[in-house]
């Protein structure tokens, strides 16, 4: 697995979800196995088979969690820069409106985007267009309505 770029606040909420599957979560998972067992014979207990499942899933997510944890790279907070990387806070303009539409995002890594909260991915299509670039310069992203064109208007 490669490198997992996250905010230290997202590796903190990675260790807390982990911690919770494992302390809340596993046991919970073999007692709802433990109880199924009890419904007699193993091969046609339904339950028993869903309760497996379950406990299957929840390793999976934690086996998942435990890799990414291991090849998490922090994102540096980052002070008055003049060129976007990850972890910069950046204020475009969209310049083919003809509203003046401004949007502030976070440039994160993949596992810890939302784009509800305006924190896109660095490998996203606006996200790889914006790194390296500076206040004031122009680029244009392929969006699924047709090209938009954009303006660095501000690295916050």
Same mark, same amino acid.
């Given at each position: 697995?490669? #490198?997992?770029?996250?905010?230290?606040?997202?590796?903190?909420?990675? @260790?807390?979800? %982990?911690? &919770?599957? $494992?302390?809340? *979560?596993?046991?919970?998972?073999?007692?709802?196995?433990?109880?199924?067992?009890?419904?007699?014979?193993?091969?046609?207990?339904?339950?028993?088979?869903?309760?497996?499942? #379950?406990?299957?899933?929840?390793?999976?997510?934690?086996?998942?969690? @435990?890799?990414? %944890?291991? &090849?998490? $790279?922090?994102? *540096?907070?980052?002070?008055?820069?003049?060129?976007?990387?990850?972890?910069?806070?950046?204020?475009?303009?969209?310049?083919?409106?003809?509203?003046?539409?401004?949007?502030?995002?976070?440039?994160?890594?993949?596992?810890?985007?939302?784009?509800? @909260?305006?924190?896109?991915? &660095?490998?996203?299509?606006?996200?790889?267009?914006?790194?390296?670039?500076?206040?004031?310069?122009?680029?244009?992203?392929?969006?699924?309505?047709?090209?938009?064109?954009?303006?660095?208007?501000?690295?916050?």
């Amino acid at each position: 697995m490669s #490198e997992i770029f996250m905010t230290a606040e997202g590796k903190k909420q990675l @260790e807390e979800t %982990l911690y &919770n599957l $494992k302390v809340n *979560e596993r046991p919970a998972a073999a007692e709802r196995i433990r109880v199924a067992r009890e419904f007699g014979d193993l091969s046609e207990n339904a339950e028993y088979d869903i309760a497996k499942d #379950e406990q299957a899933k929840l390793e999976a997510e934690i086996a998942v969690i @435990e890799a990414k %944890l291991r &090849n998490v $790279k922090i994102i *540096e907070e980052k002070g008055k820069v003049d060129k976007i990387d990850i972890g910069s806070k950046v204020k475009v303009k969209v310049l083919d409106r003809e509203s003046d539409v401004e949007f502030e995002y976070t440039i994160v890594g993949t596992h810890e985007s939302n784009p509800m @909260e305006n924190r896109i991915s &660095n490998e996203s299509p606006l996200g790889k267009e914006m790194l390296g670039k500076r206040k004031g310069e122009e680029f244009t992203v392929k969006a699924p309505g047709g090209l938009i064109k954009y303006r660095i208007v501000k690295i916050l």
